[in-house]
Structures are given as structure tokens and as C-alpha cells.
């Protein structure tokens, strides 16, 4: 009689159970994609917010010290037909309105914005002049768009540079270089001024009404998660309160 055992009888899986687990891995597969997908697109908005967000709260600091320090006067002459025709800045802050060229020669009935509380009066120059330790310096932010509307024109900026003397109207217009950009390259931004800005015959406290936008370059074109948005506004008063 033969003492040999029988073979065992491997058994495997059943068509059922191998589709049951394909099932299985690509529902897990799907949770997995999208949730890394999900935290992709998160990462994504905190970024592109970090950058307008910082942007603006820059620039804002940057204005709000500014203006607080303004306290040297300067004038304009904004006809050069009639150079006698100037307008007068008693306590350091000139709001301009210079719609796409601040020049000598534009238009003399526009440029100079004295009282305005309204932004679309399209006040988008502020020069500031600081006097400190006998040293003056003039301090213009200037920004080429700056009407508020949900769709930028086209690329934008906000630029800033510091003059040692009063600049002209040219001087002004040409301090659009990337050397001069003060927001973020990665962002279209806008600036918008109003405010009063009185001259030596007006013995009241002069303030500046800003709006600062600053949103993704490209911005219609992008994923909703890419994009980002941001403004401030905020009213500032000088601390230099009688001539």
C-alpha cells in the first residue's frame, strides 16, 4: 500500500474578488489624487494671497509714514503759458491727477487735485515733500492706472521714487522703469489717491485718502485657485497741523 500524500490543491482568486479590489484600489486611488490635488490648489490661493496681501500692506505702511512726515511747502506752475499761475502747497502733499502722462504739457485744467473725496476724480500722483536735519526730500507715488474697476486695462504698476528737489510734471511721468516698481512684478496693482492738500491761505488739517489694489498677473486667465484679489483703503492725516 503506498504511503504517498496527496498533492495539495492551490487555490487562487476568483474573477470576483480580483474586480472587487481593482474596485477597491481605484476608489482609493481617486481620494488620493484628488486630495493632493485639493492641497496642490490650496497651496496654490495661500500663495498667490501671500503675494497681493503683502503688496498692499507694504505700500500702505509706506504712504502712511510718508504722509504723516510730510511737512516742507512747495508750489506748481501747471500752465506753461502763465508761469505766475501756480498752485500752492503749504503743508508737504500735492495730489495730482494724471491720467495716463503727468507732463508740462497736459492738459492745465486737470492735473492738480487739491480737495476731492472721491477716488474717481482719478487723483493718481502724491508728491510729499519731508523736510529732516535741513535735508529735504520729495517722495512721489505714482501709478499709471488707477481707477478702481474689477478688470485691470493691462499691466500695471505702482511706482515710487525719492528726488532731492522738487520734480517736475516729466520727472514724474518718467519714473515708470522697473527700477522704480514698488509692488510686486508677480502682481497688477493700482494706486488712488483723494484727499485735501491745502495751500498757504487754508489754515486746515490736510489728509490723503488711498486705495491700493494689487491682484495676480494674468489674473482672468488663471485657475480660480491661483488667483487673488486684495485692497486697502485708508485716510492718513499729516502731523504738521498749523503753518
Known amino acids: 500500500m503506498s504511503n504517498t500524500k496527496p498533492n495539495k490543491i ?18 482609493a486611488l481617486v481620494f488620493t489624487t484628488a486630495t493632493i490635488s485639493q492641497g496642490g490648489s490650496f497651496y496654490s490661493k495661500l500663495k498667490a494671497q501671500k503675494s497681493t496681501s503683502e503688496d498692499t500692506r507694504k505700500i500702505a505702511d509706506m504712504l502712511s509714514r510718508d504722509i504723516r ?9 501747471f500752465n506753461p503759458a502763465n508761469p505766475s499761475d501756480v498752485t500752492e502747497y503749504s503743508y508737504g502733499l500735492a495730489l495730482l491727477s494724471c491720467r495716463s502722462l503727468c507732463t508740462s504739457t497736459y492738459n492745465p485744467s486737470a492735473p492738480s487735485v487739491m480737495i476731492t473725496n472721491d477716488f474717481n476724480i482719478n487723483s493718481n500722483a502724491l508728491v510729499v515733500g519731508i523736510k529732516s536735519d535741513n535735508i529735504i526730500s520729495y517722495n512721489v507715488y505714482y501709478s499709471k492706472y488707477s481707477q478702481y ?11 515710487f521714487k525719492s528726488f532731492s ?20 512684478a508677480k502682481n497688477d496693482a493700482a494706486v488712488s489717491f483723494a484727499g485735501f492738500t491745502p ?26 485657485p491661483q488667483r487673488s484679489y486684495n485692497i486697502i483703503e485708508s485716510m492718513v492725516v499729516t502731523r504738521n497741523y498749523e503753518k
Request: no cysteine.
Open 10 to 27: 492551490t487555490k487562487g482568486f476568483t474573477l470576483i474578488e480580483i474586480l472587487i479590489a481593482s474596485s477597491i484600489f481605484a476608489i
Open 69 to 77: 512726515a510730510a511737512n516742507t511747502g512747495f508750489s506748481y506752475t
Open 149 to 159: 474697476t474689477p478688470v485691470f486695462t493691462g499691466p500695471t504698476g505702482i511706482y
Open 165 to 184: 528737489s522738487l520734480p517736475t510734471l516729466d520727472q514724474i511721468a518718467n519714473i515708470t522703469t522697473s527700477s522704480n516698481l514698488l509692488s510686486d
Open 199 to 224: 495751500g498757504w491761505s487754508v489754515k486746515a488739517q490736510p489728509f490723503v485718502k488711498f486705495r491700493i489694489e494689487s491682484k495676480t498677473k494674468n489674473f482672468d486667465n488663471l485657475p480660480v
